[in-house]
Each structure stands twice: as structure tokens, then as C-alpha cells.
């Protein structure tokens, strides 16, 4: 086996371009999404599995790859895994607002707590490189709730022993989301002229595609940092 993806926050919009992004890409044989329902779509390379995200660190990999197996094929993959024979990353795209969550609590316990759980989950696997979708405004000192979460994630994340921390922190998002987001839609109308015209690229907005290569691309090169901080204006390229 090449390379092993763990992806969570599937079902987003970056995660839904990672997903199809990593299925075109050769560099990786498997693509494991967790979640706590299965995405209604099927492919060779994609294994889905299910569960409470609380308690994700209490699940059962092999367990739940065997219950997902027909006739014994996913043995090489529970065997790359156990012998940590296939280099392995992790996406994660996880997070979603005060609004649909119900409560600052519920929100902080998806965007903080489940990302932090996911990553010492995969970690304990023998994930080696950690990719995750965080805010252009993020800061741990922020009075701004929401950019406040993002960063003491990526202060939490920066604990967890992986060879690699990617920390992405994209502008307002272009893309087609499943729900309705008034702001964001209001800010579009009023940011989309900075695409455009190409303008003020530190803070125009960003295009959900841009974002899912850009994070693919930093989890295949060689580099000499173990955490990084891949801004907005740094992701326009791609």
C-alpha cells in the first residue's frame, strides 16, 4: 500500500472536496471517513465508518473495518495499519456554528473537542502528518468566540506528537454548502469583487477547491517544520 487517508468532516464543504480530490489522487490507495453517518456515495478506494464522535477515542479500528469487510478484503489494510507498513495522514475538516450546533457549548465540543479527540486518535493509529481547516482569524487571545476556538485548537493540536501539523486558515469560502448561511452569503455579494479584480489576496475570498488541494499538497512534501501555518493568500494559487 501507498498511502492511507483518515478524513473527518466528510460531509462539509472542504471535506467534500478533499474527498473527491483524494479518490482522483494515485499517491493514496484507501481513504478512511469517519463520521457519525455514512455519505451516501461509494468507491473502491473510499471505507466509511460510523460512530459517536465523543467517543471516538474509545473505538475499535480493526473492529470496525472487519464489520465493514466482505470476504476478507479488507485484511491488507487492517494489516498496513497494525504494522505500520503505509504511510498515513489525516484531514480534518470538522466544525460547523453556534447557530446549527444550538449552544456555544455544543459548538465548542465539535470544533474543539471532537477535532482534538480525532487527532489523538489517528495519532495512537501511526497517522505521522495532520492536516486541519482552521480560520483566517484565528487566536487562542481573540474576543471574537469562534476565532478564539480555532485557536486554542491549533494550540492543543500542537501538543500531539505528529511529524507534520498543517494548520490551514482560509478566508471566507466559495462553494456550494448544503445549508443556508445568511452572513456568509451577504459577505460574498459584497467580497466577490476581490476575486475578481484579484485583490487584497490576504483576505479575498477562497475558493473551497483551493483549499482541498492546497492541504493535499503540503501533506506529500518533505519538510523541515513540524508546524505550519498555511495562510489564505498562500492557498490562492491552487
Known amino acids: 500500500m501507498k498511502k492511507i487517508a483518515f478524513l ?93 450546533a444550538g449552544s456555544k457549548e455544543k459548538f465548542y465540543e465539535v470544533d474543539h473537542d471532537f ?18 481547516v482552521s480560520a483566517l482569524g484565528a487566536d487562542p487571545q481573540s474576543a471574537v468566540f469562534y476565532n478564539k476556538v480555532k485557536g486554542e485548537v491549533e494550540e492543543d493540536l500542537k501538543v500531539i506528537p505528529f511529524d507534520y501539523l498543517g494548520l490551514f486558515r482560509p478566508s471566507l469560502l466559495m462553494g456550494q454548502r448544503k445549508e443556508f448561511r445568511f452572513g456568509e452569503e451577504v459577505a460574498k455579494i459584497f467580497m ?19 483549499v482541498a488541494k492546497a492541504m493535499i499538497f503540503h501533506a506529500n512534501q518533505t519538510k523541515s517544520v513540524k508546524v505550519e501555518v498555511v495562510f489564505s493568500k498562500d492557498m490562492q494559487s491552487f
Open 192 to 210: 466577490k469583487p476581490l476575486i475578481w479584480f484579484k485583490l487584497a489576496k490576504k483576505y479575498r475570498p477562497i475558493y473551497d477547491y483551493q
Open 8 to 100: 473527518a468532516g466528510t460531509s462539509g464543504l472542504i471535506g467534500m472536496q478533499l474527498l473527491h480530490q483524494l479518490i482522483q489522487d494515485s499517491t493514496y490507495d484507501t481513504i478512511i471517513s469517519v463520521g457519525r453517518r455514512k455519505l451516501a456515495l461509494k468507491h473502491q478506494k473510499l471505507v466509511q465508518i460510523e460512530g459517536e464522535m465523543a467517543k471516538i477515542k474509545e473505538w475499535d479500528l480493526e473492529a470496525k473495518l472487519r464489520s465493514e469487510d466482505l470476504g476478507g478484503m479488507m485484511f491488507p489494510l487492517v494489516e498496513a495499519i497494525e504494522n505500520k507498513s503505509s504511510e498515513m495522514h489525516a484531514f480534518c475538516t470538522l466544525g460547523t456554528t453556534i447557530k446549527s
Open 115 to 132: 477535532v482534538l479527540n480525532f487527532a489523538g486518535w489517528v495519532q495512537k493509529i501511526g497517522v505521522t502528518n495532520f492536516l486541519y
